[in-house]
């Protein structure tokens, strides 16, 4: 089975701390995600990285950054957090091809910014 | 970029009733199209996908979901909900640039 391990199930943070969300897979994927997730918005993609050290933004990547310096990690990091940042964390991965593989996707990260 | 519209926010039914839920994307190229389900307190897991050949894909758990080119829509269907179907169901596309999009999601209630 496919597995995607994010780091923490819950975080509690304060405003302006630097936080790092941490993602592992363990299928040899080329493809990584981080999306946001919010009642009513759905999953919203922050950043996708197709290879090591190659990352492309996504709809929302404004506060956030990420670094994949290995196939199997992808970290992703609030430089400055905000209330706004309030919310469920998921991390995927996937194949890399023509766009016919499926995303499969970790527990998730809740984080609570104070 | 690829963008997927979902009608439905929240869906109440009984059990026995029949499913359908829309979902809409805007990409102009090939697109592939997957329906994702979250049980409470669960991680996403796939129903099913479409990739190419017969627009009618057959998922898990007996769902269903049709694909019509001509009105980019991808709407998920199953003739009879069971109460264990109580989840929220996702719809998402992948224009093949490796970026999946999703929808905001539409919450299925099932009452016994």
């Known amino acids: 089975d496919v597995k995607v391990t994010q780091s923490s199930r819950y975080l509690v943070k304060r405003t302006g701390e630097k936080v790092f969300l941490e993602c592992v897979q363990d299928?040899?994927?080329?493809?990584m995600f981080w999306y946001r997730q919010d009642p009513g918005l759905g999953l919203r993609l922050i950043y996708f990285?197709?290879?090591?050290?190659?990352?492309e933004k996504g709809d929302i990547p404004e506060g956030y950054s990420v670094s994949r310096e290995k196939k199997e990690r992808f970290s992703l990091i609030l430089e400055s957090a905000s209330t706004n940042q309030t919310s469920m964390y998921l991390c995927?991965?996937?194949?890399f091809g023509t766009g016919n593989a499926e995303a499969f996707f970790g527990q998730g990260t809740r984080l609570t910014v104070v | 970029a690829q963008s997927v519209s979902q009608h439905n926010h929240h869906v109440i039914l009984s059990e026995a009733a029949s499913l359908e839920l829309g979902c809409n994307y805007s990409?102009?190229?090939?697109?592939?199209l997957f329906w994702y389900v979250q049980y409470p307190g669960q991680h996403l897991q796939l129903l099913l996908k479409?990739?190419?050949?017969?627009?009618l894909v057959k998922g898990i758990k007996g769902f269903e979901a049709e694909f019509i080119k001509s009105k980019f829509s991808f709407n998920l269907r199953k003739p009879s909900v069971q109460w264990s179907d109580t989840a929220e169901y996702f719809c998402?596309?992948?224009?093949?640039?490796?970026?999946?999009?999703f929808g905001a999601g539409t919450r299925l209630t099932v009452k016994p």
């Open positions: 990409y102009g190229g090939t697109v592939n």
């Open positions: 990285s197709y290879d090591v050290k190659m990352k």
């Open positions: 479409y990739f190419s050949g017969d627009p």
């Open positions: 995927a991965s996937s194949f």
């Open positions: 299928m040899d994927h080329e493809n």
């Open positions: 998402a596309v992948n224009g093949g640039h490796n970026d999946m999009r």
